[in-house]
């Protein structure tokens, strides 16, 4: 075990597409939360962590002492990767100094877009040109490793809006790039305007025109495309999210987090007070309804599933009749004894996994 996610559930406005379990307007409850991911942190066995990912919500939010204060309570290896998700707002670069000094030492950064109307229409809080400010501020502060967050198939983003995107990215070159496509959720603002006909989903072609030229010009840029959604510097694929892909067991600390743990999966609980009120009572504080047993045949499936993602390494070749469907419907191929998605298997991945579902 030397995986560790910690959520970090506040934020100070919600996206009007986003369904991530947060509270709004609760920044009173951080340093009592901090605690209480400090105190779950010992309900399991002490493990030396190669890789920290603070995700949200809005990690930034909790602020370098608290930051510090969570790490200086766990065991985080040497040369461990240490990330915290943050948004684009008014930090100044002694914020990223001391961020670094409480030992983050990778930056995602939620850009989603530098184009102002798009950022409105999606609900979030800043704009593009504090999102530039932001990241130079890291860089600033010395910071080394910076991914950052971009979407597309936004309602009423166009095709010339992403190559302005990036434009940007090519002139500011982070490490590292993960790019996800609009998923419309139940329950968001979204979902009501579109049902209440104030906003249409994009074009299903533009939206992969966008996708294809998005690939296009980064991999042109010298990122490797390693996984559907991330792009990298050599040397800057992400650590911790690797892990995920590789199946690899982790622990989830934080309301509603997920964890793999000693062969099951399981969630947090997401009531607050319920989750504090377990901790309290020295009980890791899962749902249990959420507990799943991952037996073999599951960990195989897994593996298959979440491996070929993995472009540039996909799985190792096993003789098998889906595979051999989808070699010849051109959605994978054979390299070096691996099986991996082809092109046209990257646009269509979601063909290949449910054949092995
Ligand atoms: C867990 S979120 C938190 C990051 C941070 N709070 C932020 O918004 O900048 C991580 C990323 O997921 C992506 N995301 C969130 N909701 C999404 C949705 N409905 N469809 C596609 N991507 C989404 C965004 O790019 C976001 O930056
Ligand atoms: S997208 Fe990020 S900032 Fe916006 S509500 Fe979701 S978690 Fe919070």
Redesign the pocket.
């Known amino acids: 075990m030397d995986a560790l996610y910690i959520h970090i559930p506040f934020?100070d406005k919600k996206?009007f597409?986003?369904?991530?379990w947060t509270f709004i307007n609760m920044g009173h409850e951080i340093d009592r939360y901090t605690d209480y991911i400090i105190k779950e942190s010992r309900l399991y066995p002490v493990y030396y962590y190669d890789t920290v990912y603070f995700?949200?919500?809005?990690p930034g939010l909790i602020g370098a002492d608290n930051f510090a204060k969570i790490l200086s309570a766990l065991k985080v290896k040497e040369n461990a990767e240490v990330t915290a998700?943050i948004?684009p707002l008014n930090y100044s670069t002694e914020d990223f100094r001391n961020y670094r000094k409480a030992g983050v030492n990778r930056l995602s950064i939620?850009i989603?877009s530098f184009q102002d109307h798009v950022l409105k229409t999606a609900g979030r809080n800043h704009n593009g040109t504090q999102a530039l400010e932001t990241y130079r501020k890291a860089r600033e502060a010395g910071f080394e490793n910076i991914t950052v967050?971009l979407?597309f198939g936004i309602p009423g983003q166009t095709l010339e809006d992403v190559y302005n995107d990036i434009k940007i990215i090519k002139e500011i070159s982070p490490d590292h790039i993960?790019v996800?496509?609009?998923?419309w959720?139940e329950g968001t603002l979204f979902w009501k305007q579109r049902e209440n006909g104030l906003i249409e989903e994009a074009d299903i072609d533009l939206e992969a025109r966008m996708y294809e030229t998005i690939i296009e010009e980064l991999t042109k840029d010298g990122y490797i495309h390693y996984e559907i959604s991330n792009f990298a510097k050599p040397g800057k694929k992400a650590r911790h999210n690797t892990k995920y892909w590789e199946n690899k067991e982790f622990i989830g600390l934080g309301v509603n987090s997920s964890s793999y743990y000693n062969d099951q999966r399981y969630k947090n609980l997401k009531n607050l007070y319920k989750y504090y009120k377990m901790i309290d009572n020295k009980e890791l504080p899962i749902d249990i309804s959420s507990l799943e047993n991952v037996d073999r045949a599951e960990k195989e499936k897994m593996k298959i599933i979440l491996g070929l993602r993995l472009l540039d390494t996909g799985i190792p070749y096993f003789n098998d009749s889906r595979v051999e469907k989808l070699f010849g419907n051109g959605l994978l191929k054979k390299e070096n004894n691996r099986i991996i998605l082809t092109k046209k298997g990257v646009m269509l991945a979601n063909e290949v996994f449910v054949e092995f579902i």
């Open positions: 934020c996206c597409y986003c369904d991530f995700g949200g919500g809005t998700e948004n939620g989603q967050d979407m993960s996800y496509s609009l998923i959720e």
